[in-house]
Every structure is written in C-alpha cells, then in structure tokens.
C-alpha cells in the first residue's frame, strides 16, 4: 500500500479506477457491455456519456492484466512526477480526446487503454532522453521503449493493434511540440529579432566600444579636422589656379570633386 500512496495522485487514481472496473468485468460482476467506445451510442438521443471513460479502464485479459496496470502505473507517474502541478490533468484530458478521435474515431477501437499507457511510455522517453532502460533483457535507449513495444505488439497481437497504440504515441507527440517542442523554437526565433534591433539601434558593439573608450575620442576628432583642413586648402589652390589662368575662348570649366581633390578640365576652341 506504501507504494501505491506513493504515486501522484492523478496517477493512483486512473490506476485504482482501471484495477476496480477491469477486476469487476473479468470478474463477472459487471457487463462488458460498459466498456466499449462506440460514437453511435455516445451520440445519440439519449447519449451515454460513461463511454468517453470506461474504454480507457479496461485492460487486457489473463497476463494483460497485470503488464497493464504496471505500465499505467510506472510510466505514468514518471510521466506526471515530470510536470508541473495540475499539468498532467491537462495532458491526460489531451491525450484521451485525440486518441478518441484517431484510435476511436477513425480507427474504430472499442477499447483505448492501449494507446493511452503507450502515451505514457513515449513521454517518459522524452523526458529521459540521454538515458537507457531495460526492456526484458536488453538495455537500449530510452527513446526506442515506445517502438520496442510497438514491435512486441505488432508480433503478438498484429498489425491492427500496433497501430491503434501508435496513435498513443502522435497524440503524446502532439502534445510534447505544443507545449515544448513550438514554443522553445518561438522564443528563439523572437529573441534573434530582438538582439538583431537592439543591434541595429545601438550599432556594432566593437565600433560601440571603441568609441565609448576615454582615450579614443581624442585622435578620432583631430583626425577629422585634419581631413576637413586638407580638402580646405586643395579647394583653395584650385581656385587660385583658375584666377592666374589667362583668358581663353569658348573655355568651358568642368569640376569634379573626387573624395577629397579637384580636377579642371578645359575643353578648348583653336
């Protein structure tokens, strides 16, 4: 019981809600009937909500039993221990909804306990990547336990099962890039924009910090008024050329200030 009380408590309860209604309908004391998802009854004149949970309950018959309760237990508390508080609400009522929609919906499985533990094991892969695990008698990444399931299920129970329990894994996965894949990429995006504007605004932070340097407004200065004197005093030889020059007929005076110095050029009529 230690370990039970143990798990955080979204965990424990879907674990206790599934041990009590799996236990009741193998047990016989309860109709399977209950259980199955089917949209025609769950939309209908007099529509029986319960269906929207119950088929997420149900585990497996004989060793099922066991090996599914486990893997909700396990993988979902590592799942929920993982998140904030009141997160993993939100992402157990995400995940239920698009399973329903693609294993349910589409696929038309009765029963969607399946996809959901398989949910859990493709986050708690996510969140562990880097690590290994144990699967039967072979350590591999932690990121392959979702497939290396996927693979005892396609082998075991065919092709059918193994892919209602992917959509376990693309509604885990949707969530995963919803919540941190997109956002992570928006926000770097968004910070490039802002350091390139705070860059354009303030200017180069070498060129910044050279001229915010005590000692290297001095030289800069005088080296722009000795600049400006030297084009000053080109200017003024030129102009004196021209006053000496004799008198010419028909002469035409082309200036051209090239950076710094000027160029006459005298076309003349003999």
Sequence with gaps: M???WAAPPVTRTLTALTLVQSALMYGGLLS????PFLPSLIFSWRPQIYRLVTPFLLTGPKLGFLFDLYIMYRYGSAAERSMAPGEFLVYLLFVAFSIMLTAGGYLGAAILLPPLTMAF?????QTNRGTKTRFWFIDIPVVFLPYAMLLVTMV??????????SMGILA???YDFLTRIYP???????????RAAHQGQLGNPRQRQHQDQPGAAGPLRVLGMAEALAGDLVKWRAIH????????????LHVTDVSAFIVPIWHMDL
């Design 2 to 4: 230690d370990v039970f």
């Design 172 to 174: 885990a996965h949707t």
């Design 184 to 194: 992570t990429f928006g926000a770097d995006t968004e910070d490039m924009e802002l």
């Design 241 to 252: 050329a021209l006053r000496t020059l004799p008198p010419c007929k028909g002469d035409i």
């Design 32 to 35: 399977f009937y209950w259980a």
């Design 156 to 165: 075991s129970n065919g092709w059918d099962a193994a892919l209602v329990e």
């Design 121 to 125: 094991v493709y986050t708690f892969s």
